[in-house]
């Protein structure tokens, strides 16, 4: 079963973003996602979407063209590094609760138990000086 590879832009400031892009990269044995911080210039277009709405959440862009954006694009990322359908086919019978249960945890992220955040370990990756 082939799923699309795609585009993952997420917060670079945020540790447990961070924290939470290092177990999809784990499962991503295929390498099969493009990771990268929304304060690298030009991330936000990459998947059709603004820096403001990139700092709200995380945002999706497959290589079908179809985008996404918070629990859908954690579900559809996954789909693509476990490169199995169930997460989206089950996001899709469970998008009110995925939805609001990322919302809170996207409100609370700072807050959350973490890591260093890749823009503070990868400077020149968030387009800053080392």
Known sequence: MVVHAGTLVFDGDCGFCTRSLGW?????????????PFQRPG????VDATPEQCGVAIRWRGEDGATAAGAEAANAALAVALQRRWPVAVYRRTRRVQDAMYDWVARHRGRLPGMTPWCQTYPADCGRAG
């Open 43 to 46: 991330a936000a277009d990459l």
């Open 24 to 36: 999809l990269r784990l499962a991503d044995r295929s390498h099969r996602i493009t990771t990268v």
